[in-house]
């Protein structure tokens, strides 16, 4: 696992949509975020969180899709 960031600046330091997803899924990780204060942290709406997590992630990186969806369960 990725080390713990010291803010949630630390997580929002992305460029691309695929970069944002793996942001977003190490934040909820890590915090036990739920998907509407991610959206708060990050600056984008909940829809876009769920998105992010539910579809983007699976196809960049699978196994931190499975880490993210085992945390919110």
């Given at each position: 696992?990725?080390?713990?960031?010291?803010?949630?600046?630390?997580?929002?330091?992305?460029?691309?949509?695929?970069?944002?997803?793996?942001?977003?899924?190490?934040y909820?990780?890590?915090?036990?975020a739920?998907?509407?204060?991610?959206?708060?942290?990050?600056?984008?709406?909940?829809?876009?969180?769920?998105?992010?997590?539910?579809?983007?992630?699976?196809?960049?990186?699978?196994?931190?899709?499975?880490?993210?969806?085992?945390?919110?369960?």
């Amino acid at each position: 696992m990725s080390q713990i960031k010291n803010s949630a600046a630390d997580f929002c330091a992305y460029g691309t949509k695929q970069e944002r997803c793996v942001s977003l899924a190490e934040y909820i990780i890590e915090t036990k975020a739920t998907v509407r204060n991610a959206g708060k942290v990050f600056g984008i709406s909940k829809s876009t969180v769920h998105q992010d997590i539910t579809s983007r992630l699976e196809k960049v990186n699978p196994a931190l899709y499975k880490k993210v969806r085992q945390a919110k369960s």
